[in-house]
């Protein structure tokens, strides 16, 4: 029984976070003694499909269905289960994205399947159990979270868990699944691509500024500093609140919680609330004028002084070390 | 219209978590509870569509007695009625599997959550219920408006945003951008005390997950200050030390 892996593309490539969760489901593979497939759906080439076996996948399902080529969340669940189900697959591994989120319910409600999206670990199958380790409390926490039934979904979380290239081919077949009708109720009617920037979510260094920079006209140099280091940009709830930035860049309890790598706080001074969206990033940087902002207790590095000197200086710095390397 | 707005009872975004009994059980000493703020978006958005088109908007939530007093602050802020299914929210199966059943009793138009819940960070009782009814569902919306029997919504994806129409009846989890949450007058409080709470039996559901214990995130060393005027250490620090830039 093959653990399965749905590998979502982007405009038909994969991004890393599927080669994390291919790697992650690669490794549950390993510690069932089993073999990995993945699915694919929608216009992905065979090279982009094969090179999955690099993360670990055995086999590749190829679905390429004219009326699949766009994410519909019904009928993609709909493949998805079928796949697990041809395959006798009793776990199913997605990545936790925006369509992932909508997907791994229904796959598991379909396979009378236990969930846990959020998965920030391998299972622990000490005595026979499995348990996930999953965010809680938007990051103050972790549940290990226990799944009781036979069947499993796992949404793991984007950089949460390391690609590891074990460097082999994966063997892609083509799937085909009879569709049906009332899959098919939610039309697309145009998708919007900010193409020219880092998506918040996927990043692996994000900059994001707070109330301290005093108006949206001054987010000049946050942008810059971003683009410098290929980051996403973000703010606090206050900013995006008022208006200065977009929702979409709301990082927080009520806004998306990231795990970058590196995470710049500027101007921002550090509420619970924020934390909580970013404490499992790796390493953290604030730079804040007030010493006794709280952001300070949870940082890796500071610097402590107005953002309108640090900043410009900080982009000067960047752009020196770049010409060295 | 009618309008379902499914509600969490979650700890306040201030709370400090703790857990006791060997870090197996949260601690809700002294914690306030609220409405999951998502679930307010959604709250908030279901009244405006009923202002403008005329409509019902009925509240549920799933818990014991204690989370009346979350129940009639929706009701405050101007839900029509509420319900409440009277059990313990053990998983998003069991929660997804309890509404399902009173809307199969009790259609709506509308099926509304918040994108997610701040306690356990599930987004799985939209998609979930959706499954279970047989409807279209999406899991995170930053907008929806309804014109007739269809809606128009825009879901979020990495690095932008996607526009559907979908058909009456369907299930959405509501994000920021959809609504801004409202806060109850005192006419919306006076009129929430009599406003029809109903309380029904749960039906039985197999357990699917169970929590058995709790991590708090590894705390950080101390904090490497760099004077304001030598960046370049920090971004040497960030290269050699770090590794990461």
Known sequence: ??????????????????????????AIA???????????????????LAALGKYGADKVLNVSNDKLKNFVNQAYASVIAEAAKKEG???VVLSNSFSGRGLAPRVAVKLDAGLIDGAVSLPDTTGGKFVVKKTAFSGKAFALTELTLANKVIALTPNTYKVVET??????????????????????????????????????IVVSAGRGLKGPENWGMIEELAALLGAATACSKPVSDAGWRPHSEHVGQTGIAVSPNLYIAIGISGAIQHLAGISSSKVIVVINKDVEAPFFKVADYGIVGDAFEVVPKLIEAIKQHKAVA | MKILVCISNVPDTTTKITFTDNNTQFNTNGVQFIINPYDEIALARAIELTEGNGGTVTVINVGEAGTEPTIRKALAI?????????????????????????????????????????????????????????????????????????????????????????????????????????IPNMRGIMSARTKPLAVI?????????????????????????IPADNPGKLIELLHTEARVI
């Open chain 2, 201 to 225: 039996e749960p039906v039985s559901v197999q357990v699917t997950s169970t929590i058995v214990g709790y991590e708090t995130p590894a705390p950080r060393g101390q904090v490497n200050l």
């Open chain 1, 89 to 91: 697959a009793s776990i």
């Open chain 2, 78 to 182: 101007g839900a029509t009625d509420a319900v409440r299914v009277n059990a313990q929210p053990q998983d998003a199966w069991f929660v997804a599997s309890q509404i399902a059943e009173y809307v199969k009793a009790n259609p709506f138009d509308l099926i509304l959550t918040g994108r997610e819940s701040i306690d356990y960070n599930g987004s799985k009782v939209a998609a979930m219920l959706g499954e279970l009814l047989d409807l279209p569902s999406v899991a995170i919306i930053k907008k929806l408006n309804v014109e007739g029997d269809s809606a128009t919504v825009e879901r979020e994806i990495e690095g932008g945003k996607e526009i559907l129409t979908i058909p009456l009846p369907f299930v959405a989890g509501a994000a920021e951008g959809v609504a801004e949450p409202k």
């Open chain 1, 1 to 26: 029984m093959p653990v399965l892996i749905y590998a979502e593309n982007a405009e038909g490539k994969f991004k890393k976070s599927i080669f994390e969760a291919v790697s992650y489901a690669r």
């Open chain 1, 30 to 48: 390993d510690q069932n003694n089993t073999s990995l497939t993945a699915i694919s759906i929608g216009d992905v080439s065979t090279d982009e």
């Open chain 1, 167 to 204: 460097g082999a081919t994966a063997q892609v077949e083509d799937f085909s699944v009879e569709t049906k009708e009332s899959d098919f109720k939610a039309l697309l009617k145009e998708i919007v691509r900010s193409t020219d920037k880092v998506s918040l979510p996927d990043a692996e």
